[in-house]
């Protein structure tokens, strides 16, 4: 069974500060990990994808299977960066996705 | 772009009647789709894959007669929720999976907000 944690449901952070959240899956295979972000009365949508190795709105995220863990940061936050942010893992070829519960990113001016 | 809609956005129904959810790709073909059900505060829950042109694959604990799925084309699916009653009542989210080269993206549609009285 696959599984994705993200261990934290609210994060607050000022303006300017590092920001990371966190997540961690399990899973047998090779997974595929993405981090989605939706922002207040917007739908889901995709942030980036570990196999991209991307950065995107200055957020970046590295697989790390020995930990099996999939951690979204970001040096500077910035207050439009405030929104929910699910990690999510995509198996094989029956490309079911599964979310985590989601962290609410809080960014104080 | 990949768009996604929904329809309705919002709908409320009485107990014991059936609501019919649309989704759609707008500008992509999609030959999967997937219904996801999201609690208040909580995470999406999938509740099954809609192949065009075969059956759904639903997820264990979803019931199959209650929440219909057909995917008739490949630029819409519907989901029917039978016999609707108060616990029924949920934010439902589809997506569409978009493939374009090596990859492929799931796009998110806005949500169909259930209320069952």
């Known amino acids: 069974a696959q599984r994705v944690t993200q261990p934290e449901k609210l994060l607050s952070v000022f303006k300017g500060a590092p920001v990371e959240l966190k997540c961690n899956y399990s899973?047998?295979?090779?997974?595929?990990l993405f981090w989605y972000v939706q922002y207040s009365r917007q739908r889901l949508q995709l942030l980036l994808r570990h196999i991209s190795r991307e950065s995107i709105k200055g957020f970046t995220a590295d697989l790390n299977k020995g930990e099996t863990s999939f951690h979204l940061k970001k040096p500077f936050a910035q207050e439009e960066d405030s929104a929910m942010y699910y990690c999510?893992?995509?198996?094989?070829?029956?490309?079911?996705?599964?979310f985590g519960t989601g962290t609410k990113l809080q960014v104080i001016p | 772009g990949a768009v996604v809609s929904q329809h309705p956005s919002w709908v409320i129904c009485k107990s014991g009647t059936s609501v019919k959810i649309e989704c759609r790709s707008l500008?992509?073909?999609?030959?999967?789709m997937f219904w996801y059900r999201q609690f208040p505060k909580q995470s999406l829950m999938l509740m099954a894959t809609s192949n065009e042109g075969s059956k759904a694959t639903y997820e264990q604990g979803v019931e199959k007669d209650k929440f219909l799925i057909n995917h008739a084309s490949l630029t819409l699916s519907t989901l029917t929720v039978t016999s609707a009653h108060p616990e029924d009542s949920s934010f439902y989210i589809c997506?569409?999976?978009?493939?374009?080269?090596?990859?492929?993206?799931?796009?998110f549609g806005p949500g169909t907000r259930l209320t069952v009285l």
């Open positions: 899973y047998s295979g090779s997974p595929e």
């Open positions: 997506s569409a999976r978009k493939r374009a080269g090596y990859t492929d993206t799931q796009y």
């Open positions: 500008d992509f073909q999609a030959t999967t």
């Open positions: 999510a893992l995509r198996s094989g070829g029956y490309q079911k996705v599964t």
